[in-house]
């Protein structure tokens, strides 16, 4: 029996952090503190917009709206989906796009390959069917089918050639019109 495979998992991509080192600076007596940039949520609260009807005007799920508020977009789809979900988010909060895409980041980097995804889909498909209490159903009408294309393909052969125009073996061909009969090529009498 053919071992099924467990399902990919897509996991962000780690990168190494650039440390830049800077010359000592001198200490200061008196630092200004620095201002927080406001949270998500902080900035669509300003909007007057809830989650709610974020999620409603975008068919994204309440949860991951949730997700990205709190900052952890790990169980976000990979991908060209995460990009577009955080543009459509700030554009739905009023938020500069780009703030909401350098969150998601790590997970919009992650692109699975072809094969992945040919193997992701063939593999649902499969466990579908298998699922179903009329997989059996299913296999004969699946095999029903090939049968009924089979014989159909070997009538329609057998009446092309059964009504082809050929003349019977002990007749001979008359010479086409116009002609005297004469082949080419044979010496004259």
Do not use: C
């Amino acid at each position: 029996m053919e071992e099924i495979a467990p399902p990919i998992k897509l996991e962000p991509l780690k990168r190494p952090v650039k440390r830049h080192f800077r010359s000592p600076q001198p200490k200061q007596t008196r630092r200004k503190p620095k201002a927080q940039m406001p949270t998500l949520r902080e900035q669509r609260e300003r909007s007057g917009v809830t989650l709610e009807q974020i999620a409603d005007n975008t068919n994204i799920p309440l949860r991951h709206l949730e997700e990205l508020e709190r900052g952890d977009v790990s169980n976000w789809p990979p991908g060209i989906y995460a990009k577009s979900w955080a543009r459509e988010y700030a554009s739905e909060a009023g938020i500069n796009p780009e703030r909401v895409i350098a969150i998601v980041a790590p997970v919009a980097e992650v692109e699975p390959s072809i094969d992945e995804i040919k193997e992701a889909r063939e593999e649902r498909d499969r466990g579908a069917v298998a699922e179903s209490p009329l997989a059996p159903l299913v296999q004969l009408m699946r095999k029903v089918a090939a049968v009924v294309v089979v014989v159909a393909l070997i009538v329609i052969a057998a009446l092309f050639f059964l009504n082809r125009d050929d003349p019977p073996a002990n007749q001979s061909v008359p010479a086409p019109v116009g002609t005297s009969g004469v082949t080419p090529g044979q010496p004259p009498r």
